[in-house]
């Protein structure tokens, strides 16, 4: 018998409204988007992976057509037998585009969810749940413990109190706010939210590379009152470790970031620098799983916590929770606090959260099987491509 090849693929785009939206020190979402990719190879078997558009979400169609047209032509074709190996050809021969594009976020993340449907068709032909078929690649165990979370997302203001307290009600115990919207704004946020922390109960904040350096300097150490979990994000990902260096030293927690670098080396020297407590990838931003669990394990080899970074539909948070089962460690799953239909469209009470942890889903693959017609109203593209 011949081995299969990846025969198809299909990148799906949805965006909705929403009532709420979502602020960020970077700007404001008015609404959900999603691009979920589809693969099968020449057996049938089939896969699903999320390419990351969340902000701007002007860029979803963007990268959908990017998927289809420049990503996963290098892929058509090819066996699937070594996905991690088909990844880093990928990612080495996207290099000179990034460059020539400029668009190197949108080729790393079309990669990437390409990536994250092949290893989900992987382990579906395999008969395993994703997480022992991404496990077994290391010679991992078989720890299938409930998985720990965190409601994310939490928008700044009073209203941010009612949300921490509809999250507790529903099983959560740890929360992250976003600040960076000045210091009286964010202080008077987190006050009311830290005093009614109960006993275990976590809380953390994103500031979404919202300060320079001075207003980091500053506002860290006044944030020691509230007895953080970690800071994340209070400074681009881009500045110089000099920077991080200061701010490290003036707050009084751990720091938080990972979620806009690309490449391993980037990430390499983010844990050698011992300056980052928590080491936050984005599977379906860069990488996949294949670039990102080596970044995991040497996160956990160095002393840090790995916590995969997620925020957009149903497929990628999945994603996210069977790598942090595969690698473990302390770290927490991300939940975004905010409504997506994008996410509970698809995942109904799959992932219903008990005493601050979700069970790892029954199944093969990701344990879920995409009802994409029922968001068929909500759909703005599909594209298909064929050998």
Known sequence: MSEATLARVEAHVFRTPIKEPVRTSFGTMNERVAVFVRVEDSDGA????????NFPTASAEHRALIFADIVAPRALGRSLDDPVALWGEI??????????????????????????????????????????????LTGGGSDDRPVPVYGSGLNPGPGAF???????????RAFKIKVGFGAATDLGTLRPVARALGDG????????Q????????????????????????????????????????????????GENLRGAGAFQEMIDSGLFGIIQPDAAKWGGHSG????????????????????????????????????????????????????EGLLGDLLTVRDGAVSLPGGQGLGLEPDIKSLAA??????????
């Open 210 to 257: 919202g300060w320079d350096l001075r207003t980091a300097c500053t506002m860290v150490p006044k944030l020691a009152e509230f007895g953080l979990h970690w800071i994340e994000e209070p400074l681009a990902a881009d500045r110089p470790m000099a920077e991080w260096t200061q701010v490290a030293a003036a707050a009084p927690t751990q720091i938080a970031a």
């Open 378 to 387: 909500l759909r703005t593209l599909h594209l298909e491509r064929h050998v």
């Open 91 to 136: 990612d080495r021969a996207l290099h000179v585009l990034r460059v020539q594009s400029g668009d190197a976020g949108a080729l790393s993340a079309a990669a990437a969810g390409l990536d994250l449907a092949i290893h989900d068709l992987r382990a579906r032909k395999r008969g395993l749940p994703l997480w022992r078929a991404l496990a077994a």
């Open 201 to 208: 109960e976590r809380l953390m904040v994103d500031v979404n």
């Open 162 to 172: 009612d949300t921490v307290e509809r999250l507790r009600a529903a099983g959560y």
């Open 292 to 343: 990102c669990m080596p970044v995991a394990r040497a996160a956990l080899a160095g002393g840090r916590t790995y916590c995969p970074h997620f925020l957009g539909g149903a497929l990628g948070l999945l994603h996210s929770l069977h790598l942090l089962a595969a690698v473990r460690g302390p770290g927490l799953l991300e939940v975004d606090a905010n409504a997506n239909p994008l996410r």
């Open 46 to 53: 089939r896969g699903w992976g999320e390419v990351w558009c």
